[in-house]
C-alpha cells in the first residue's frame, strides 16, 4: 500500500487548486483522478456549451487568463485545455485514469481504495464536484414509453433527438441553453418552468459577474447568510455565455411555450402546476433586487458616471392561461430532456459523515469527520465556491485548515 | 429624531424560527393530519366541524370546535343555509395567503397596516351539470388581488405575496395535484 500525507480526490479545477495550495505548504500528495484531467468538462457536457463566466474571471492559484478576450465565454475544448495548463503549470501530481472505489477511516487517517491499488494517508480533499449525477424526478417512470427521454449528461447536440416537440423540464440554465437551441433546430419546445433565477448577461455596459465579483457578492461567506440550506439550494443563474440575455422572454418571442412546473404524469398526460405566473414574479422581484444592490453599489463607489445609466427589464410575459395539461400520447411531444438539476455521487464514500438527505455534514468545507475536507460544491464557503474562479480562496482557507490540523498534537498519525 | 420601532403584526416569528428548528431536528414531529366531520342535514345542506388534529407526534385538541354549514344558493333551487364549498376553497386560499403575508412580513421586519384580498374563481357550469364534457368541474382560473398598506416599497409589498404563494399550503393545493381517495365504510 502507497502512502502519501494527503490524496486529493478529482483533478478539475477544485481538486488542482487544492493541489496547488498544498504544494505551497509543501504538503506531500497525490491527486487520483478517474479519467483525465478536467474529465467532466471532457466527457459529460454538451457540444455547445461555453463556460458561463467570462475569461477574466477563472482566477486560480498562480494562473489565470492570459488571451486577447477576456470578456468572451470558453468553448469546452478552452475550459479544458485552461485547466489541462494549470495542472502542467503547478506540476500537480495527478495519477489519471484511477477510479477509487471506497474512502474508509482507518487508524487515524484514512485508506483510499482506487481500481488502481490502495492508498494510506493522513487527510483527504474531496474535490469530485457537486455535479456527477443527474436528478430525475420519480415521476418520470409515469413517462409513455415511446417518448424519448434523456439528461444533460447525455445530451449533446440537437440532432440526438427524434424530429418532433420536445419538452424540457427545468429553466435554470441548462434548461434555458438546451431548449434554445433544440428550438432553434425545427423541434418545438415546451418548456416546463419551476423556480428560477433571472439575470441579466450584462447591466449597464458590463457582464453581470462583473458587478457581482466588484461588488463582493460572490465573496459573500457562508457563514453571513440567513439560511445556508437555502442559499446552497438556490438554482443557477440563468445565464449562457452569450453576449444577448437568454431569458424566459428571449424565448418566448422565439416560439417556446412556457409551462409550469411539471407537478404530476398520468393516464398519459404531463399535469403543470398552476405557479408558473408567481415562479416568474418571484424570479423578476428577485432579479430587481440584485439591480437595486448593484445600483447602489455603483452609485456609493462613485461609478454612475463612468457605467451606463441604470434601467429595469420588463416583467416575464406569463399568457393569460397558460396550459396545465399536456397529452403525452397524442404524438407531439417527441423527447423529454430532464434539466432537474445534479447531485453529487458519494457511492465511494465509507465515512459516517451523511445529513438524513444524504448530503455530507461540513462547516465551510471542514467535513465532520477529523482530516476529511470538501471542495468545488454549491456556496461551501463563498457564493462562488462552485466556480472556477470560486476554488483558490476556498483552497487557500481549507488548505490552512488542513495543515493546522496536521500540525496538531492532537492529530493521530500513526502512518 | 430617531425613533426606534418594533415591527409587530401580531406574528410571533420567534416562535416560528423555534418551530422550524426543532422540526429540522425531529422530522417526524413535522408530520400532520388534519381533519373534519361532515354530516348531510337536507338538500344540499351540510353541516361541518373541525376540531381536533394530529401533530408534534400526538393528538391535539382545541378549546373550540368550528362549526361551517355549506348549501347552495337560491337560484340552484337550494335553501341558502351556508356558503358553497367552492367558496370555501375560495376563503381557504385567501386566509391561508393573508396569514402568509403577516408572517412573511413580521420575518421582513415589514410594519402591516391594512390587508385587504379579493378573491374570484370562474366556473363554466356545464362541468358539473354534465353538459359538455369538455368543461371541468372546478374553477377555470382564480384570481386574487390584494390591496396592502404598509411601511415598504411597492416591491417589498409584491415580494410579500410572492413569497406568501410559494410558502402557501392551499396555493400548492390548488395549482398542483393530490391523489384523492374516497372510501365507504
Known amino acids: 500500500m502507497r502512502t502519501t500525507t494527503t490524496v486529493v480526490i478529482g483533478a478539475g479545477h477544485a481538486g488542482l487548486a487544492m493541489s496547488k495550495c498544498l504544494s505551497d505548504r509543501a504538503i506531500d500528495h497525490v491527486v487520483l483522478e478517474r479519467g483525465a484531467v478536467a474529465n467532466t468538462w471532457r466527457t459529460e457536457r454538451w457540444d455547445s456549451l461555453r463556460l458561463l463566466t467570462p475569461n477574466w474571471q477563472s482566477r486560480l492559484p498562480g494562473f489565470g487568463y492570459d488571451g486577447d478576450d477576456p470578456d468572451g465565454y470558453r468553448t469546452m475544448p478552452e475550459v479544458i485545455d485552461f485547466i489541462d495548463r494549470y495542472a502542467k503549470a503547478i506540476e500537480a501530481p495527478v495519477q489519471t485514469d484511477t477510479r477509487v472505489t471506497r474512502l474508509r477511516p482507518a487508524d487515524g487517517g484514512y485508506i483510499v481504495e482506487t481500481d488502481r491499488g490502495d492508498w494510506r494517508c493522513h487527510t483527504v480533499v474531496m474535490a469530485t464536484g457537486a455535479c456527477n449525477t443527474p436528478i430525475v424526478p420519480a415521476l418520470a417512470a409515469e413517462v409513455p414509453k415511446d417518448i424519448v427521454t434523456l439528461t444533460p449528461r447525455e445530451y449533446r447536440n440537437p440532432s440526438q433527438l427524434p424530429d418532433g416537440g420536445v419538452l424540457v423540464v427545468g429553466a435554470s440554465a441548462t434548461g434555458t441553453q438546451l431548449a434554445d437551441e433544440i428550438h432553434d433546430s425545427g423541434r418545438p419546445v415546451t418548456m416546463s418552468v419551476g423556480e428560477h433565477i433571472r439575470a441579466p448577461r450584462s447591466y449597464r455596459g458590463k457582464d453581470i459577474e462583473w458587478w457581482m465579483d466588484r461588488a463582493g457578492v460572490l465573496d459573500e461567506r457562508y457563514d453571513q447568510v440567513d439560511d445556508i440550506v437555502r442559499a446552497r439550494n438556490v438554482p443557477s443563474l440563468q445565464l449562457a455565455g452569450q453576449r444577448d440575455m437568454l431569458d424566459l422572454n428571449a424565448l418566448t418571442a422565439k416560439g417556446v411555450k412556457l409551462v409550469g412546473r411539471l407537478s404530476g404524469i398520468g393516464n398519459g398526460k404531463a399535469q403543470f402546476s398552476g405557479s408558473l405566473r408567481n415562479q416568474c414574479a418571484l424570479s423578476d422581484l428577485k432579479m430587481g433586487r440584485l439591480l437595486d444592490t448593484i445600483d447602489d453599489w455603483a452609485t456609493a463607489n462613485g461609478l454612475d458616471g463612468e457605467v451606463e445609466p441604470p434601467h429595469r427589464y420588463p416583467p416575464t410575459e406569463v399568457e393569460e392561461n397558460p396550459p396545465l395539461l399536456l397529452n403525452l400520447s397524442s404524438g407531439k411531444i417527441k423527447t423529454i430532456l430532464w434539466a432537474t438539476g445534479f447531485r453529487p455521487d458519494y457511492s465511494w464514500l465509507d465515512v459516517p459523515v451523511f445529513d438524513r438527505k444524504g448530503r455530507v455534514r461540513h462547516d465551510g468545507g471542514v467535513v465532520d469527520a477529523p482530516g476529511l475536507y470538501l471542495m468545488g460544491m454549491q456556496f461551501l464557503r463563498r457564493r462562488k465556491s462552485a466556480l472556477i474562479d470560486g476554488a483558490g480562496d476556498d483552497a487557500r482557507d481549507l488548505s490552512a485548515h488542513l495543515a493546522a490540523y496536521l500540525n496538531a498534537p492532537s492529530a493521530i498519525r500513526p502512518v | ?185
Request: aromatic share 6%; glycine share 8%.
Open chain 2, 1 to 185: 429624531m430617531t425613533q426606534t420601532q418594533t415591527v409587530d403584526n401580531g406574528v410571533n416569528v420567534e416562535a416560528l424560527l423555534g418551530a422550524k428548528q426543532a422540526l429540522t431536528e425531529a422530522p417526524q414531529a413535522a408530520k400532520f393530519t388534519w381533519r373534519a366531520t361532515c354530516q348531510w342535514k337536507n338538500g344540499t345542506h351540510s353541516h361541518s366541524t373541525v376540531e381536533g388534529f394530529f401533530g408534534l407526534g400526538e393528538e391535539q385538541h382545541r378549546k373550540t370546535t368550528f362549526n361551517f354549514d355549506a348549501d347552495h344558493p337560491e337560484v340552484f333551487a337550494s335553501e341558502d343555509h351556508g356558503a358553497t364549498p367552492v367558496e370555501y376553497v375560495l376563503v381557504g386560499l385567501a386566509s391561508c395567503l393573508t396569514a402568509g403575508v403577516a408572517a412573511v412580513a413580521q420575518h421582513r421586519g415589514i410594519q402591516l397596516r391594512s390587508v385587504k384580498a379579493k378573491i374570484e374563481g370562474g366556473m363554466d357550469l356545464q362541468g358539473i351539470l354534465g353538459i359538455d364534457t369538455d368543461v371541468r368541474n372546478g374553477f377555470d382560473g382564480i384570481k386574487v388581488s390584494y390591496e396592502i398598506d404598509a411601511d415598504a416599497t411597492k416591491d417589498e409589498i409584491k415580494a410579500l405575496v410572492a413569497q406568501s404563494q410559494k410558502r402557501s399550503a392551499v396555493f400548492d393545493i390548488v395549482t398542483n395535484p393530490t391523489n384523492v381517495t374516497v372510501e365507504v365504510n
